[in-house]
């Protein structure tokens, strides 16, 4: 299984990587992006089975690259890993096709229990 991790900061894909691996989920191939513009053209290239997505990040935001893929009817399980975990925005992740939203900060079980659906 191919999984994308894209957030602006290495250290946080780090932690994502590292949490993943934690909540049980070693084994698969990882791949990062620093921005959406990055992981546009990854997801184009490769159209990973799970992808992991900061919200707020530089050059294209997750939810515009949520868009750009939708756009173009590429629709892997896509959700986002943010600070921002309110109501509206877990409902606003939603209507934009997003299929589950992690808050930060995050913990092994947490990934667990949202990601075991889509990871096998």
């Known amino acids: ?9 290495l250290a946080m894909r780090l932690i994502v990587m590292k949490t993943l ?11 990062q992006a620093e921005d959406g513009v990055q992981a546009l053209d990854m997801i184009r290239a490769a159209k990973p089975d799970l992808v992991l997505c900061d919200w707020n990040m530089p050059n294209m935001t997750g ?16 959700g986002f890993v943010t600070t921002e975990a309110t109501k509206e925005m877990k409902d606003k992740a ?24 889509y990871i096998n």
């Open 63 to 78: 939810p515009e690259l949520l868009k750009a893929i939708n756009d173009d009817g590429i629709n892997p399980p896509f």
């Open 94 to 117: 939603s209507a934009m096709g997003a299929r589950f939203l992690i808050a930060k900060p995050f913990t092994p079980e947490s990934f667990k229990s949202t990601l075991s659906q």
């Open 1 to 9: 299984m191919n999984i994308m991790v894209i957030d602006d900061s």
């Open 21 to 31: 691996r934690e909540a049980g989920f070693d084994g698969h191939e990882i791949v």
